[in-house]
Every structure is written in structure tokens, then in C-alpha cells.
């Protein structure tokens, strides 16, 4: 008995790249829609109250819709900080341990996963797939000229 596949079966089997698919993933990239991944914020300012201070001068992914800037080693939390919309108050904070057991989630794509059991998030922190029950928790932003408080 042969184990392995005839050669027309196994063509059938591969699947192709059509013309759309290829124009499809094209447009995916080109317009960008694809985030790029979390960059280490820089110019940031932790304040006795807590708080966090964030340049958006010296923050350059956030000019951009779906940029992410990421802020680590907050009294063991990490922060992600990313741009929603073209508006000047349009972000989003997030603190970015999984809500089912702390572990610091890591970007990847358009989602947030946890390493330790593969719970799920989108971009904006809600739950795509558990364990985990609840989405990330956001975090309080407040935008002024040139800088974001976060508390």
C-alpha cells in the first residue's frame, strides 16, 4: 500500500492565491490596517499620586490611528496607551494583565494574548477568548496640549 498521496490529489489539496487574494492582502497592507506592534513609550513621568505622564511629543506612534505605545514596570504593571480615532482626545489606556490570572499580556497583531493560558483581546482590551471572563481594564485618560495622564 502507498502512504502517500498521488500527485493530483495532493494539487487539489494545496490551496492557490487567486488574483483577489492576492489584491486583498495588498490593500490590507497598504492601507495600513494591519497595527504595528507596541513601541516602549518614552518621555513618560510617573507622579507620587500614581499617575502617569506621557509625552505625545516624544511618542510619535500615537500621531497615527492604531498606533501603540507600551509602558512597563509600573509596581509590576505594564500600560498600553493606544490611539482610536483622529480626534485629540481619541485614546484608550489599558492595564495589560489578563484579567483571568495577572499575566502580562503581549501584542500581536490586532490583538492582546496571554502567554500563560491564550486568553484573547482585541486591540481595545474586549475579550475575544477566554479563560479570561472579562475584557482588559481600561484606565482613566485625560489628554492636554501636549501630553496624557493616565491614572
Same mark, same amino acid.
Given at each position: 500500500?502507498?502512504?502517500?498521496?498521488?500527485? +493530483?490529489?495532493?494539487?487539489?489539496?494545496?490551496? =492557490?492565491?487567486?488574483?483577489?487574494?492576492?489584491?486583498?492582502?495588498?490593500?490590507? *497592507? =497598504?492601507?495600513?490596517? &494591519?497595527? +504595528?506592534?507596541?513601541?516602549?513609550?518614552?518621555?513618560?513621568?510617573?507622579?507620587?499620586?500614581?499617575?502617569?505622564?506621557?509625552?505625545? *511629543?516624544?511618542?510619535?506612534?500615537?500621531?497615527?490611528?492604531?498606533?501603540? *505605545?507600551? &509602558?512597563?514596570?509600573?509596581?509590576?504593571?505594564? &500600560?498600553?496607551?493606544?490611539?482610536?480615532?483622529?480626534?485629540?482626545?481619541?485614546? =484608550?489606556?489599558?492595564?495589560?494583565?489578563?484579567?483571568?490570572?495577572?499575566? &502580562?499580556?503581549?501584542?500581536?497583531?490586532?490583538?492582546?494574548?496571554?502567554?500563560?493560558?491564550?486568553?484573547?483581546?482585541?486591540?481595545?482590551?474586549?475579550?475575544?477568548?477566554?479563560?479570561?471572563? =472579562?475584557?482588559?481594564?481600561?484606565?482613566?485618560?485625560? *489628554?492636554?496640549? +501636549?501630553?496624557?495622564?493616565?491614572?
Amino acid at each position: 500500500m502507498d502512504s502517500q498521496p498521488k500527485s +493530483k490529489d495532493f494539487e487539489k489539496s494545496v490551496p =492557490t492565491l487567486t488574483r483577489r487574494g492576492a489584491l486583498c492582502a495588498l490593500a490590507v *497592507v =497598504t492601507l495600513g490596517l &494591519i497595527p +504595528k506592534p507596541a513601541v516602549a513609550a518614552s518621555g513618560v513621568k510617573v507622579l507620587k499620586n500614581g499617575r502617569v505622564v506621557l509625552s505625545l *511629543v516624544t511618542n510619535r506612534a500615537l500621531s497615527k490611528v492604531g498606533g501603540v *505605545v507600551q &509602558i512597563d514596570n509600573l509596581n509590576g504593571r505594564s &500600560i498600553a496607551l493606544i490611539r482610536t480615532g483622529k480626534g485629540k482626545k481619541a485614546f =484608550t489606556a489599558l492595564d495589560l494583565r489578563c484579567t483571568h490570572e495577572g499575566e &502580562i499580556v503581549a501584542q500581536q497583531g490586532a490583538l492582546w494574548s496571554c502567554p500563560r493560558h491564550g486568553a484573547t483581546f482585541d486591540l481595545a482590551g474586549a475579550l475575544k477568548i477566554g479563560p479570561a471572563n =472579562t475584557g482588559l481594564r481600561k484606565l482613566r485618560v485625560r *489628554v492636554k496640549a +501636549k501630553k496624557v495622564v493616565i491614572s
